[in-house]
């Protein structure tokens, strides 16, 4: 089992700033790709942005320029820097790892979503 602990959504104004950070521990080998997903209401969940173990990052258009994706292997966290936030940025942020395990198989494990809210 893989166990994910995300901290530090909440409530920002327009133009502030967040750092989302989320933890996996477990009995699994590695971790290769790391990722945020957000799920506004009534709406799908979409991908945010992505790191590889080497450090290889990917956004949606949506928050390139403002959002900053990061990894520490050695803590086994990821973090995302939430600057000049806007109203539409309001969902509750998922976290989600891919591990690496012994033998070679991979699983896909999601946190438990920590809300953002942006708002005046």
């Known amino acids: 089992q893989v166990q994910l602990v995300e901290s530090g959504g909440g409530l920002v104004q327009p133009g502030g700033s967040l750092r989302l950070s989320c933890a996996a521990s477990?009995?699994?080998?590695?971790?290769?790709?790391m990722a945020w997903y957000r799920q506004a209401p009534g709406k799908e969940r979409e991908s945010v942005a992505s790191?590889?173990?080497?450090?290889?990052?990917n956004y949606s258009d949506s928050v390139k320029g403002r959002f900053t994706i990061s990894r520490d292997n050695d803590k086994n966290t990821v973090y995302l820097q939430m600057n000049s936030l806007k109203a539409e940025d309001t969902a509750v942020y998922y976290c989600n790892v891919i591990t690496v395990w012994t033998g070679g198989g991979l699983r896909s494990s999601w946190g438990q979503g920590t809300q953002v809210t942006v708002s005046s």
């Open positions: 790191i590889t173990r080497g450090d290889s990052t």
């Open positions: 477990g009995s699994f080998f590695s971790i290769t790709v």
